[in-house]
């Protein structure tokens, strides 16, 4: 079955980067990537969509990260990539990736000094 393995979270200073990476998996006809998403949930809030990509439609940032995460992809490797640059202490939150319609398990982001 299709797996969706998150990984690269962690904690960091305010100011700095971190790269989040989404592997996934057996993801093989009838199925395909389709569009791939990135969702926060921070403390004691609802899941929130931060970017999505697509082919066909491109890629969209949430004001909240505009200009400060960039998605990518490595299709041979079917993984996923979310850079976080600039990070501010209410990006806090756990980070989910959406291939498709497979979910990844989150990953913690916590910015502190």
């Known amino acids: 079955q299709v797996q969706v393995v998150e990984s690269g979270g962690g904690l960091v200073q305010p100011g700095g980067s971190l790269r989040l990476s989404c592997v996934a998996s057996r993801l093989t006809f009838p199925f395909k990537v389709g569009t791939v998403s990135w969702y926060r949930q921070r403390p004691g809030a609802e899941r929130e969509i931060v970017a999505e990509n697509s082919q066909n439609a491109g890629t969209k940032y949430d004001d909240s990260v505009k200009d400060r995460f960039t998605i990518s992809r490595d299709n041979r490797k079917n993984t996923h990539y979310l850079f976080m640059n600039s990070l501010r202490s209410d990006d806090t939150a756990v980070y989910f990736c959406?291939?498709?319609?497979?979910w990844g398990q989150g990953t913690q982001v916590t910015v502190s000094s």
């Open positions: 959406k291939v498709g319609i497979f």
